[in-house]
Nanobody
């Protein structure tokens, strides 16, 4: 079974930066889509950014220009560089990967990492 392990969350002041990492480990399979989601207190989980198999980036409008998703295929790791953070970026950030098992695709989620933006 493949697992996703996230790291890099924490508390930062408004205007600050954080970089989240998510590494696939265990019985890894090719990953076709990497994404990041976040869940603010009292709200549903919301998509933030994706990286497609072709290398195309997609971002939530409110983070475009501030967040950057990238990957290191050799390390089976995806990153989310978050700059100019604002209080509304606070939440638990989850990594998502779509694994290609040949005959089917499976969804994988990380355990989540807390990001708090507060002065």
């Amino acid at each position: 079974q493949m697992q996703l392990v996230e790291s890099g969350g924490g508390t930062v002041q408004p205007g600050g930066s954080l970089r989240l990492s998510c590494t696939a480990s265990g019985a890894t399979v090719p990953i076709t889509v990497w994404s990041w989601y976040r869940q603010a207190p009292g709200e549903q989980r919301k998509w933030v950014a994706s990286l497609s198999p072709s290398g195309r980036f997609s971002y939530l409008d409110s983070v475009r220009g501030r967040f950057t998703i990238s990957r290191d295929s050799r390390k089976n790791t995806v990153y989310l560089q978050m700059n100019t953070l604002a209080p509304e970026d606070t939440g638990v950030y989850y990594c998502y990967a779509r694994g290609d098992h040949g005959v089917e695709f499976r969804d994988y989620w990380g355990q989540g990492t807390q990001v708090t933006v507060s002065s």
